[in-house]
């Protein structure tokens, strides 16, 4: 136990030392916030419980979001945080995970360069685990979205697949329906059935001649839906990734000002000392991690199991959570008690 | 002694009943109509204990009876890694239940999973919060939208009268048991065409974590001309 207080106090010193202000967040936070984040899929995952006053609320089941509610309220700019205490998963029966564990966290929120932000948080963790025997995994959901942003189709078939970038099958099986010359019979409007629900004969009608049109459109470009395949099938070290991610651009140029960031990450990367030639990058890494990375994602991984560390950019947490104000973010967390065994 | 947990009303009851006689097994409610007793004949070490039928897997899977008479959606929902705790040993082709998604049958829109999906994005941008599915298989409903990778929905806790919740404006669409699919036209709605979530039917399982010492399964399975589960 002694040994775990002393590595997050180790962990801390570090983030404070890089600059970050100690932070704290409240163990009980509201429900709704949350779900309206992540969804019905994190009430299997977080604590529920209920206050007669407070309404609904859960163990915090990380703190990225609270800390990014504290910033968005009254942080001032640039800022560095850093935060440690327990955060709480409920865990199906029998896979022994914890339930509670200790999270020691580092936030950066800083308009002036991206890149150099995201180079100095992987830096960092990188230092503060250079004593352990993991290994780095990097992605960039960032390429992804911009592939998928530049698809030559529709603006409705571009945000259907932009919704479900984390969820792997639904995106699946939305780029299927999308390749190929539509089969559906679109039914007219049942005006016998009685109108029950919240949900009008509006909403209905609108859809359905949202899908008459939808049908009408030619099937995704097999060349454009080929680089994509290619992008989520990348994985390699960083600088090949890159000259790889450059060839599919030819195909799906929109891509390019993401691998341009890519490519400037990097030489911050090397600029910190980072040893990017043998730097891990894959093109699906983090898609199915927590849904609000939106850019630069890592890991860092022991042998097996869970990673001990993980983190990314998430600018459009801030907005979602800014009330019409949004800042560019990234941060990451590391798990003490997982480096134990690592040491 | 064996304690054989069924349910302990309705139809279930008598079917269960019917089950075991069939097999050359009695088993009688004593006392009064509204007495929880009952004794078994046909069979010698058997025990019967009536209880709910929602209550039967708990039951099972605290090793408080030995062999229960409740459906496949019962333990699957209540009970997680319920293979670990519980194992089939007869499907009594009875009680049959579907666990269905229902939505209002003029969404001509709406016809599988996918575009449950595609209008719950829609209807949280129109109205401001996700889309709410009444059910009381919390657990069932979740895993399956989650493996579908439907977003933007909400699970409302209804425990009865689900079919009513959408008329009633507390509910979008519904997740409930059917059999006939009476109800749901009834109350305006048409189950989605992918399949149901979980096909259900009354089963007689047994406890993994029971203690069995002194209990003589296999003579019971012999009676019943069942084989013998595996429980070690």
């Known amino acids: 136990m002694d040994r775990i207080r002393q590595e997050t106090e180790r962990l801390s010193r570090l983030f404070r030392e890089a600059g970050a202000v100690s932070v704290e967040t409240s163990v009980l936070q509201p429900s709704d916030t949350l779900l309206d984040l992540y969804g019905e899929d994190i009430r299997a995952r977080a604590y529920v419980t209920s206050d007669p006053v407070l309404g609904e609320q859960m163990l915090r089941p990380d703190f990225t979001v609270p800390v990014v509610q504290q910033h968005m309220k009254d942080g001032a700019e640039p800022a560095r945080y850093t935060y440690q205490g327990l955060v709480f998963r409920a865990q199906e029966a029998g896979t022994g995970r914890p339930s509670e564990y200790t999270q020691v966290g580092y936030e950066v929120f800083d308009r002036a360069d991206p890149a150099g932000a995201d180079a ?28 998928v942003s530049g698809l030559s189709t529709t603006e409705r078939r571009r945000d259907a697949l932009l919704r479900h970038i984390w969820r792997p099958v639904r995106f699946r099986a939305l780029l299927d329906r999308f390749s190929s010359t539509s089969t559906r019979e679109v039914p007219a409007f049942n005006s016998e059935a009685p109108q029950i629900g919240l949900r009008s004969a509006v909403e209905v009608e609108s859809r359905l001649s949202a899908l008459r049109t939808d049908a009408e459109f030619a099937p995704l470009e097999p060349s454009e839906l080929q680089a994509l395949q290619a992008i989520l099938d990348v994985s390699d070290v960083a600088p090949k990734a890159l000259v790889e991610l450059r060839q599919i651009a030819k195909d799906l140029p929109a891509i390019t000002p993401a691998l341009d960031q890519l490519e400037t990450r990097l030489s911050s990367m090397a600029q910190r000392g980072i040893d990017v030639d043998n730097l891990n990058f894959a093109g699906a890494y983090g898609r ?6 939106d850019g630069f994602v890592f890991g860092f991984h022991g ?14 947490l801030t907005k979602v959570l800014g009330q019409g104000r949004e800042i560019p973010a990234v941060g990451g967390v590391i798990r003490p008690e997982l480096l134990e065994v690592l040491a | 002694m064996i304690k054989l947990g069924i349910p302990s009303k309705g139809r279930l009851m008598e079917d269960t009943f019917a089950w075991f006689a069939a097999r050359g097994v009695t088993l009688a ?7 929880y007793a009952a004794e078994v004949k046909g069979v010698e070490g058997v025990s019967l204990v009536l209880l709910s039928a929602g209550e039967i897997p708990r039951e ?14 019962m333990v699957r929902e209540k009970i997680s890694l319920w293979e670990e705790k519980i194992v089939p040993v007869a499907e009594m082709e009875f009680g049959y239940a579907d666990l269905i998604i229902a939505v209002p049958d003029f969404w001509a829109d709406v016809e599988t999973v996918g575009d449950l999906d595609a209008v719950a994005a829609a209807f949280r941008k129109e109205h401001g919060f996700r889309m709410r599915i009444a059910t009381k298989y919390h657990r069932l409903v979740r895993e399956y939208l989650q493996r579908q990778g439907v977003a933007d929905y909400q699970l409302i806790d209804s425990q009865g009268a689900t079919e009513g919740t959408v008329a009633n404006l507390t509910a979008e669409a519904v997740a409930d048991i059917t059999t006939t699919g009476a109800t749901l036209k009834a109350n305006h709605l048409r189950m989605l065409s992918d399949g149901p979530i979980l096909a259900s039917q009354a089963t007689l399982f047994a406890s993994k974590v029971a203690d069995w010492s002194g209990c003589d399964l296999n003579k019971l399975m012999g009676v019943l001309n069942l084989e013998n589960p595996d429980i070690s």
């Open chain 2, 29 to 35: 409610r004593t006392g009064s109509d509204r007495e």
């Open chain 1, 120 to 147: 100095e948080v992987f830096s960092l963790f990188s230092k503060a685990l250079s004593g352990f025997s993991v290994t780095a995994a990097t992605g960039d959901i960032g390429i992804l979205t911009a592939a």
């Open chain 2, 60 to 73: 099972m899977a605290a090793g408080r009876i030995h062999l229960g008479v409740t459906g496949t959606d």
């Open chain 1, 303 to 316: 042998e097996t199991g869970v990673p001990v560390a993980t983190g990314g950019r998430y600018d459009a």
């Open chain 1, 288 to 293: 199915t991690t927590m849904e609000y990375y």
